[in-house]
């Protein structure tokens, strides 16, 4: 019997308010120019793209120290690939721990002054592993309240109690000790080392005693500090200084130039994770060639500390020309407010030959929509002036 074909709302009515309910969503995004969208973006080296037809110099990158593309870095990783293979082919707790592995974790400790070391297939999989791992329900997460997402997911499925201290504030954060700590079997203080959209520093040392005199345990996420910071050895080496940090954590994906994350800490908090973390025990291990590419960049950092420095002195140098408050970080905020504002002048400096990508919330809290800017060793300090130019005569009319 032949039957009139049905349209596939009427063939499966869940498909059909399925769409409807993401085409609503959507809407609701596009009016609050909050929608977001891929666009495509081949690299030709550390800074210069081509995207929507253009070639632009980039300025909304973490390739830091332009890794991604330095010759080194990628004659390594295709040797590891002619030795090792393409993927790893497990878990690590099953077959995929290949040998790259344990001289990179050697690495990593040593730069970070730990014990021990285990690195996790992404930064966002380090933390939503490690402190579900360390806290449950009768616990307490102290976090700062512009903490990375993946801190905060991490807090979340540890499923203890979270309390949010104001940002960067240590009376806060203490106030909040004072309320909850006794009241809870262990607790754990999570900050970024490097704020990714500030680009501003943690207060670590002050930090880190305020986690002894209550008896609560420090996480630091260095992914933007690791290579740029301290000598290239993070955030909690800043200033010459050496703030007792328990769990060291990061990204190899910023100047590291490649992919996965990390915990530096003592052994025994190492082995424990290795053996409770769910995002490590159940994600297949890192390519070879992404590890090798890992080894090879620490090597790097380490023989070259004047190179390591120079992204957060070409940041410096940006501020100073344009009037901004000195950077800490080769990250640097123009604060702009408004969404639609900041798409403007996103587009204004596209239209200059830069790409200047406008973040929005909630990435970053309503009426702080702004401008992220991140500095390279490679920038030319011609472009760096022009930007700062720009920015200062046509974004803020000063």
Known sequence: ????????????????????FAAG????????????SLVESTREDGIYLIRNGRRLISFSCNDYLNLTQHPAIKKAAIAAIAKHGVGSGASRLVTGNHP????????????KDTEACCVFGSGYLANTGIIPALIGRADLVLIDELAHACLWAGAQLAKGRIASFRHNDLGDAERLLKQHRAHHRHALIATDGVFSMDGDLAPLAELSALARSYDAWLLSDDAHGIGVVGDGRGSSFAGGSNAEVPLQMGTLSKAIGGYGG???????????????????IYSTGLPPATVAAAIAAIDLIEREPAYAALPLEKAKAFTRLAGLPEAQSPIVPVLIGES???????RLLEAEGFLAVAIRPPTVPAGTARLRLTFSAAHPDAEIARLAELIRSRIFKR
């Open 1 to 20: 019997m032949n039957r009139q074909a049905k349209t596939p709302t009427e063939a499966d009515p869940g498909l059909g308010s399925l769409d409807q």
């Open 25 to 36: 969503k959507l809407a609701e995004l596009e009016a609050r120019h909050l929608r977001r």
């Open 100 to 111: 790259l592995y344990a001289e990179l974790e050697a690495k990593l400790a040593r730069l």
């Open 262 to 280: 990390y915990l530096c800490a003592s052994a025994a908090v190492i082995d424990l994770v290795r053996n409770r973390a769910r995002t490590l």
């Open 340 to 346: 639609q504002a900041a798409l403007s002048a996103s």
